[in-house]
């Protein structure tokens, strides 16, 4: 225990607070959106969560009387890991331009200043942004208070994350998130999983995939990494001591495809799931694919099997980076199975063509109706531990997914019905000029973004800046004209407002819904919740209305229940009754009962238009950089510079490299290298001082991290449907550095 617990300096109790993660009564982890098991392991945490929330809870605070003897310039200077170890905020502050300091200021007069400036801002100048941690009860009150204020800009992390899914996957499925549950797992035969890395970042996924494969489920990885999370089984049980328990093989195929290559790489796999059906039925046998099922639930089957037809495996093998033996094999996996899984990560997501990935994966599982029954169906995997309840309450930015009728009907306004801003378009409008406000509901957002410099330059020219935080990042050190930061509590703090002790919720990747309550004492007697914050930001910015009851709201949580439910009356009713259910509330999924909420009204089959998810192809001298977390990360927030399960320490500036490129290119183990952006416009991307590291990824492809690699991704570069980042399969040179 006491290795992580003094490395983040987290208060005393802070072993009794990680024994109520993810149980029902406690809070739930901040870190992913993993599944909270109905019969929860003494220890239903892993290595990261119990990180996330020590990190939480540290002892050391980032104070008003610290602030004021820092600039803001001197401060931004500072890596994120420096402004990290300053600890919690304590106390709300305003920026000082003439002094260029962050000062104590009360809330009230906080409030009262952003309210006045909202009021002087066009509303559709502004955006509104959240990360998404905060649970359903301050997100609702969130998305409404943007819509009574006169915008949709409610973009989240999700449109750098899971957006492709949202979009992606509901095109073709009707439904924007995964349709298994925890169970399915128990009972699948096979798992295709693709651009996923759980051993960094889900690792209580571990668990249930160790058991499936001791039933003899048979997993088949896609990755260009070799992640050894997925190579072999490391026990999350003891996460403090970091045993690893005898190690258990997990991938029964690990296929190191390139970036961007499943499409192809899945063509490959049906063209085999194909010959495998033609030769059971010319054996008088049932064959593998399931016709009825495709004859009654599906659309565009014979379009695409025009397409898988008509692909050589040249091109196949050329634009996956793999053999067409290695392809035929996991094909007859697939053929072997009776119950398949498709899991996936930012892999599938983060590409050009990323919503056609997905569509391929959805694809082959609906070639034997592998989705819509027992142990089968498909997995994204969330980031955030609530980012995507928070979609489903109503923080979107599209007009279609906003419960406009129940607005009108509840609280008797007129919603807006233009669309609002994905993040890309966000920091299209900062560009431009015409982003005047922003209200940062959590996130460190200028740091996660693509084409740092150029975003950098212009988000200071904003009239308004406010972000609701729990520490200090390089965000909040570019402050716009007026700029404040709110302190918040974390997840497992106590939240007491006039009606007691208060209970989030949130929704977990399984579309389980759970109550968090915290039990610590808060970091500093002047915090106040997110709910809070929202309502009192909201008070202060619109006209008093007989149904805008804010103050009611933030004194008893289970009155803003009780508006989900009513917004949502068929998969939130009796949320407060159900809340702490064991293993949370399932609030259902069309899709998981066959029930295709598409165009068609059908599951789509997807004709792909390119063999490679990469918008920018191979040319001689380009990589493609795939941009990654290590363990010792959450995002922006950089616990250390380790990566354990890579095997990498020391630096986080590296390039992964494989040997056969680095021969190719005269370099060796340890050289210092640039790398330059390759998109083909004239804006100059560089990422300087990265030093080579030898690594099993395909020739071609380059590995590294983010946040540091993003000047290298540019705006423009991300998916076409959903306008995600596309992170991965970066087009890049490298360039050697003088010694
Ligand atoms: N410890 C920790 N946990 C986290 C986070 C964290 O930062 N730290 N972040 C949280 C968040 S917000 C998110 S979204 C999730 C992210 O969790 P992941 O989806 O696992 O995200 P990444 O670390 O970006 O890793 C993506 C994986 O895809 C692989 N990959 C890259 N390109 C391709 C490709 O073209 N095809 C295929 N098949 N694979 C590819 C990479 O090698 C890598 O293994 O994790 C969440 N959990
Ligand atoms: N190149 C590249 N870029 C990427 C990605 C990638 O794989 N490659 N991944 C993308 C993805 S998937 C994501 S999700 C984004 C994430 O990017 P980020 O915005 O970095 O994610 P967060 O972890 O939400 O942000 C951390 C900040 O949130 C604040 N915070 C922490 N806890 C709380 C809380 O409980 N409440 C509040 N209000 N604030 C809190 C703290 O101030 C902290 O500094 O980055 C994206 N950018
Ligand atoms: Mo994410």
């Given at each position: 225990?006491?290795?992580?617990?003094i490395?983040?300096?987290?208060?005393?109790?802070?072993l009794?607070t990680?024994?109520h993660?993810?149980?029902?009564k406690g809070?739930?982890?901040t870190?992913c959106?993993?599944?909270?098991?109905?019969?929860?392991?003494?220890f239903?945490?892993?290595?990261?969560g119990?990180?996330?929330?020590?990190w939480?809870l540290?002892?050391e605070?980032c104070?008003?009387?610290?602030?004021?003897r820092?600039t803001?310039t001197?401060l931004?200077?500072?890596?994120?890991?420096?402004?990290?170890m300053?600890?919690?905020?304590?106390?709300?502050?305003?920026?000082?331009?003439?002094?260029?300091?962050y000062l104590?200021?009360?809330?009230?007069?906080a409030?009262?200043?952003?309210?006045?400036?909202?009021?002087?801002?066009?509303?559709?100048?502004?955006t509104?942004?959240?990360?998404g941690?905060?649970?359903?009860?301050?997100?609702y009150?969130?998305?409404?208070?943007?819509?009574i204020?006169?915008?949709q800009?409610?973009?989240?992390?999700?449109n750098?994350c899971?957006?492709?899914?949202?979009?992606?996957?509901?095109?073709?499925?009707?439904?924007p998130?995964?349709?298994?549950?925890?169970?399915?797992?128990?009972?699948?035969?096979?798992i295709?999983?693709l651009g996923?890395?759980?051993?960094?970042?889900?690792?209580?996924?571990?668990?249930?995939?160790q058991?499936?494969?001791?039933?003899?489920?048979?997993?088949?990885?896609?990755?260009?990494?070799?992640e050894k999370?997925?190579?072999e089984?490391?026990?999350?049980?003891?996460?403090m001591?970091?045993?690893?328990?005898?190690a258990?093989?997990?991938?029964?195929?690990?296929?190191q495809?390139?970036?961007?290559?499943?499409?192809?790489a899945?063509?490959g796999?049906?063209?085999?799931v194909?010959?495998r059906?033609?030769?059971s039925?010319?054996?008088?046998?049932?064959?593998?694919?399931?016709?009825t099922?495709?004859?009654?639930?599906t659309?565009?089957?014979d379009?695409?099997?025009?397409?898988?037809?008509?692909?050589?495996?040249?091109?196949?093998?050329?634009n996956?980076?793999?053999?067409?033996?290695?392809?035929e094999?996991?094909?007859?996996?697939?053929?072997?199975?009776e119950?398949?899984?498709g899991?996936?990560?930012?892999?599938?997501?983060?590409?050009?063509?990323?919503s056609?990935?997905?569509?391929m994966?959805?694809?082959?599982?609906?070639?034997s109706?592998n989705?819509?029954?027992?142990?089968?169906?498909?997995?994204?995997i969330?980031?955030?531990?609530?980012?995507?309840g928070?979609?489903?309450?109503?923080?979107?930015?599209?007009?279609?997914?906003?419960?406009n009728?129940?607005?009108?009907?509840?609280?008797d306004?007129?919603?807006?019905?233009?669309?609002?801003?994905?993040?890309?378009e966000?920091?299209?409008a900062?560009?431009?000029?015409?982003?005047?406000?922003?209200i940062?509901?959590?996130?460190?957002?200028?740091?996660?973004?693509?084409?740092?410099e150029?975003?950098?330059?212009?988000?200071?020219?904003?009239?308004l800046?406010?972000?609701?935080?729990?520490?200090?990042?390089?965000?909040?050190l570019?402050?716009?004209k007026?700029?404040?930061?709110?302190?918040?509590?974390?997840?497992a703090e106590d939240?007491?407002?006039?009606?007691?002790?208060?209970t989030v919720?949130?929704?977990?990747?399984f579309?389980?819904?759970?109550?968090?309550i915290?039990k610590?004492s808060?970091?500093?007697?002047?915090?106040?919740?997110e709910?809070?914050?929202?309502?009192e930001?909201?008070?202060?910015?619109?006209?008093?209305?007989?149904?805008?009851?804010?103050?009611?709201?933030?004194?008893?949580?289970?009155?803003i229940?009780?508006?989900?439910?009513?917004?949502?009356?068929e998969?939130f009713?009796?949320?407060?009754?159900?809340?702490?259910?064991?293993?949370?509330?399932?609030?259902?999924?069309?899709?998981?009962?066959?029930?295709?909420?598409?165009?068609?009204g059908k599951?789509?089959?997807?004709t792909?238009?390119?063999m490679n998810?990469?918008?920018?192809?191979d040319?001689?001298?380009?990589?493609?950089?795939?941009?990654?977390?290590?363990?010792d990360?959450?995002?922006?927030?950089?616990?250390?510079?380790?990566d354990?399960?890579r095997?990498?320490?020391?630096?986080r500036m590296?390039?992964?490299?494989?040997?056969?490129?680095?021969?190719?290119?005269?370099?060796?183990?340890?050289?210092?290298?640039?790398?330059?952006?390759d998109?083909g416009?004239?804006?100059?991307r560089?990422?300087?001082?990265?030093?080579?590291?030898?690594?099993?990824?395909?020739?071609?492809?380059?590995?590294?991290?983010?946040?540091?690699?993003?000047?290298l991704?540019?705006?423009?570069?991300h998916?076409?449907l959903s306008k995600?980042?596309?992170?991965?399969?970066v087009?890049?040179?490298?360039?050697?550095e003088?010694?």
């Amino acid at each position: 225990m006491t290795r992580i617990q003094i490395k983040e300096r987290a208060g005393p109790g802070a072993l009794d607070t990680l024994f109520h993660q993810n149980k029902p009564k406690g809070h739930m982890c901040t870190s992913c959106a993993w599944a909270k098991p109905p019969n929860p392991h003494l220890f239903e945490f892993c290595e990261n969560g119990a990180k996330a929330t020590l990190w939480d809870l540290t002892s050391e605070r980032c104070t008003p009387e610290y602030l004021a003897r820092h600039t803001v310039t001197e401060l931004a200077a500072r890596s994120d890991y420096d402004l990290e170890m300053r600890g919690r905020l304590t106390e709300p502050l305003r920026y000082d331009a003439e002094s260029d300091r962050y000062l104590r200021v009360g809330w009230a007069e906080a409030f009262r200043e952003i309210g006045e400036k909202l009021r002087e801002l066009e509303p559709k100048s502004v955006t509104f942004y959240a990360s998404g941690k905060a649970a359903l009860e301050p997100s609702y009150l969130y998305a409404l208070f943007a819509r009574i204020y006169g915008h949709q800009n409610l973009p989240d992390s999700s449109n750098m994350c899971h957006e492709t899914t949202s979009v992606g996957l509901k095109k073709v499925t009707g439904s924007p998130v995964g349709t298994c549950t925890l169970e399915d797992l128990e009972h699948c035969d096979a798992i295709f999983y693709l651009g996923q890395n759980p051993g960094t970042n889900s690792p209580r996924l571990l668990r249930p995939l160790q058991q499936a494969v001791e039933r003899g489920c048979k997993i088949v990885v896609f990755n260009p990494l070799r992640e050894k999370g997925l190579l072999e089984f490391t026990d999350p049980q003891n996460p403090m001591q970091m045993t690893v328990s005898p190690a258990t093989k997990l991938a029964h195929q690990y296929l190191q495809v390139k970036p961007g290559g499943d499409i192809a790489a899945l063509m490959g796999v049906m063209k085999r799931v194909l010959e495998r059906d033609a030769a059971s039925r010319d054996a008088g046998g049932p064959g593998v694919l399931d016709r009825t099922f495709i004859d009654q639930h599906t659309a565009g089957f014979d379009e695409f099997l025009a397409r898988l037809d008509s692909a050589g495996w040249d091109e196949i093998e050329s634009n996956s980076g793999l053999a067409r033996s290695e392809l035929e094999a996991a094909g007859d996996v697939y053929a072997d199975a009776e119950r398949v899984i498709g899991i996936y990560g930012m892999g599938l997501t983060q590409h050009v063509h990323g919503s056609q990935s997905i569509g391929m994966l959805v694809n082959l599982l609906l070639l034997s109706g592998n989705i819509g029954r027992k142990g089968a169906g498909c997995s994204p995997i969330r980031g955030h531990s609530n980012v995507q309840g928070q979609r489903t309450v109503g923080i979107t930015e599209k007009t279609s997914l906003a419960p406009n009728d129940k607005y009108r009907e509840l609280f008797d306004f007129d919603p807006p019905t233009e669309d609002g801003h994905t993040t890309v378009e966000f920091l299209e409008a900062i560009l431009a000029g015409t982003a005047r406000g922003f209200i940062g509901l959590g996130g460190n957002l200028a740091k996660a973004v693509p084409d740092h410099e150029r975003v950098h330059a212009a988000w200071r020219d904003m009239e308004l800046t406010v972000h609701v935080a729990t520490k200090l990042n390089k965000t909040h050190l570019m402050p716009g004209k007026s700029s404040f930061i709110l302190p918040c509590l974390v997840r497992a703090e106590d939240d007491v407002q006039k009606t007691g002790r208060q209970t989030v919720t949130m929704e977990d990747s399984f579309s389980h819904i759970y109550g968090s309550i915290g039990k610590r004492s808060p970091a500093s007697p002047y915090l106040k919740s997110e709910t809070a914050i929202v309502c009192e930001l909201a008070k202060a910015t619109l006209p008093g209305h007989p149904k805008w009851l804010w103050d009611d709201w933030m004194g008893d949580y289970g009155l803003i229940r009780d508006l989900i439910a009513m917004t949502y009356p068929e998969e939130f009713h009796d949320m407060n009754d159900r809340m702490h259910q064991p293993g949370g509330f399932y609030r259902g999924n069309g899709a998981h009962e066959r029930i295709w909420k598409t165009e068609s009204g059908k599951a789509e089959f997807t004709t792909p238009t390119v063999m490679n998810a990469c918008g920018i192809g191979d040319a001689a001298g380009r990589y493609h950089l795939v941009t990654v977390r290590s363990n010792d990360q959450f995002n922006t927030t950089i616990y250390g510079h380790s990566d354990r399960l890579r095997g990498i320490s020391g630096s986080r500036m590296i390039v992964m490299m494989s040997t056969a490129d680095m021969k190719r290119d005269g370099l060796r183990e340890g050289d210092t290298v640039s790398l330059l952006g390759d998109a083909g416009d004239d804006i100059v991307r560089k990422v300087e001082g990265l030093r080579i590291v030898p690594y099993e990824l395909p020739d071609g492809c380059l590995g590294g991290y983010f946040p540091e690699l993003n000047p290298l991704v540019p705006l423009w570069y991300h998916d076409k449907l959903s306008k995600t980042p596309a992170s991965k399969g970066v087009p890049v040179r490298i360039v050697k550095e003088a010694v």
